[in-house]
């Protein structure tokens, strides 16, 4: 059974920096891509970063420059550096990877395995 499990998340002030931890298990091979989503309260679920089988990357405009995402395939591990956070990036974050879509994505519909995922506030 595939599993993703994300920690690291919590509260932290406007301009702090946090770093998420995404392990997986239950798949064996290298996933083709993987990506960062969050979902604030109130709103619908959005792409922040992803990665894929090529070492490409991509982040989303609201967080370029703040956030990098990166991938240890040899743990198992997706990791999201979050740097000069803000309040508006208050939410759950949640850690996707795709077995048969192989490209960075910030599409939900690539993603065919979720965490369950972890929780960020940033007071002002």
């Known amino acids: 059974q595939v599993q993703l499990v994300e920690s690291g998340g919590g509260s932290v002030e406007a301009g702090g920096s946090l770093t998420l931890s995404c392990t997986t298990s239950?798949?064996?091979?290298?996933?083709?891509?993987m990506a960062w989503f969050r979902q604030a309260p109130g709103k619908e679920r959005e792409g922040v970063a992803c990665?894929?089988?090529?070492?490409?990357?991509s982040v989303a405009d609201s967080v370029k420059g703040r956030f990098t995402i990166s991938q240890d395939n040899a743990k198992n591990t997706l990791s999201l550096e979050m740097n000069s956070l803000k309040p508006e990036d208050t939410g759950t974050y949640y850690c996707?990877?795709?077995?048969?879509?192989?490209?960075?994505?910030?599409?939900?519909?690539?993603?065919?395995?979720w965490g369950q995922g972890t929780q960020v506030l940033v007071s002002s």
């Open positions: 239950g798949y064996t091979e290298t996933w083709p891509s």
């Open positions: 996707a990877g795709a077995t048969t879509w192989r490209w960075c994505s910030l599409l939900q519909s690539a993603f065919d395995s």
């Open positions: 990665t894929d089988h090529t070492g490409r990357t």
